[in-house]
């Protein structure tokens, strides 16, 4: 009876591990948008939103990411640039708020958010491009 039972148990403890970090990664996890072949006015709209247009000539968005748990809050937008940026002198707007980071030599991410609300360019755009 205990050879069936100790199976039986692991078996189950198994699943219920499975289940759990299955619940873990979707509260924690992001939800990526690649965002590599958009087209041009699309592009552009991206690049006035992170008021980019005076800074860098050469702009190649890689991907959007968003928090499954907060998507109605803030969206990560991944890009490299021919130039380095004065990130620093990128300034929000009323609209938005606008935070840059430099992963490394012309690669950066900007940290986009509207009010706790959903930004209708890159929702529009996440729909089309997403898998």
Do not use: A, H
Not at 9 to 38: A, E, S
Not at 63 to 76: A, E, H, N
């Amino acid at each position: 009876m205990k050879k069936i039972i100790i199976p039986i148990i692991t078996v189950i403890l198994i699943i219920f591990l499975v289940i759990v970090i299955f619940f873990i990664y979707n509260l924690l996890g992001d939800d990526i948008t690649k965002i590599n072949n958009v087209t041009e006015n699309e592009k552009r709209e991206i690049i006035s939103l992170m008021k980019l247009d005076d800074y860098c000539n050469e702009i190649s968005l890689e991907k959007i990411t968003v928090p499954l748990t907060y998507r109605d809050i803030y969206y990560k937008i991944y890009f490299s640039c021919s130039t380095n940026i004065d990130i620093d002198n990128i300034e929000s707007d009323q609209n938005y708020d606008l935070n840059f980071d430099k992963i490394k030599d012309n690669q950066y991410i900007c940290t986009v958010s509207y009010m706790e609300k959903q930004i209708d360019i890159l929702e529009r755009i996440r729909g089309k491009y997403s898998k």
